[in-house]
């Protein structure tokens, strides 16, 4: 990679590894989307925004839901607010830029600098949501029908999407997509990301905090792992409480901030009264 192009190693509040440093670099010289996957909690969203941090660079979200479509990321047409003034504005209805309002994606591409897309849980969308990207991620322009206006992309931007594996996605689209994996946190790199959070965390706090998370994690049964969020949650609660000490026993302190499930509740109450060893 030469020296003047933009490479990610993190944030001072993003600690990464070289795997995911290697992928956002690549993505970046081969200018294609980075998809990232891993269970939720392991940091896919807060990538974007580390990355347009580092290289200082705006960052546009488009937060997918079950109702998106990909027009959508491009524009829409205010009918409506059309409607509204033909009959109780002032405006000149005949200028129909004016109801023209870009999505995400229009935003991302006419900025004038280079930006950071986000396109968040890619997988919520319609099976078909993601194929229908395809021809405005690689070509970088769209047509607007109403104005007969096209939109060309002055600034390649970064895409990022992220997907939390609901649904298998189209091969056409991963293969226009450097992918990347990421994996939970090791117990010393989860003992890292501790500490930027809690700086002046006691260390026996933190080692008793860490064993308990992590033996949790490991107990069978459980529909929702706590995730990396939740655990610097639960340390600031603790904090917060004034509680120095703790142990994986059934009257676990604020466990609720850990276990978001009836099910899993139960499933820890369980393992505990059946006198199962957990790993350390």
Sequence with gaps: MSADFPRFHGTPTYLTNEGLEASVNCALVLERPLLVRGEPGTGKTLLAEAIAEALAMPLIR??????TRAQDGLYVYDTVQRLYDSRFGDHDIDDIRQYIKLGPMG???????????LIDEVDKAD?????DLLNELDRMRFFIDETQQEIVAEHRPVVI?????EKELPDAFLRRCVFH???????????????VHHPDLEASLSDQALEAFYAIRDMSRLRKRPSTSELVDWIAVLRRAGIGEVKLEAKLPFLGTLLKKEQDLVAYADQLA???RWRS
């Design 127 to 131: 099976v078909e949501f993601p194929n």
């Design 274 to 276: 059946g006198g199962r």
């Design 181 to 195: 994996f990421i994996d939970f946190p090791t117990r010393e790199l989860m003992e890292q990301i501790v500490r």
């Design 161 to 165: 999407i992220t997907s939390n594996a």
């Design 62 to 67: 488009w937060n997918v839901k079950s109702t």
């Design 107 to 117: 935003k991302a591409f006419a900025s004038t600098e280079r930006a950071v897309l």
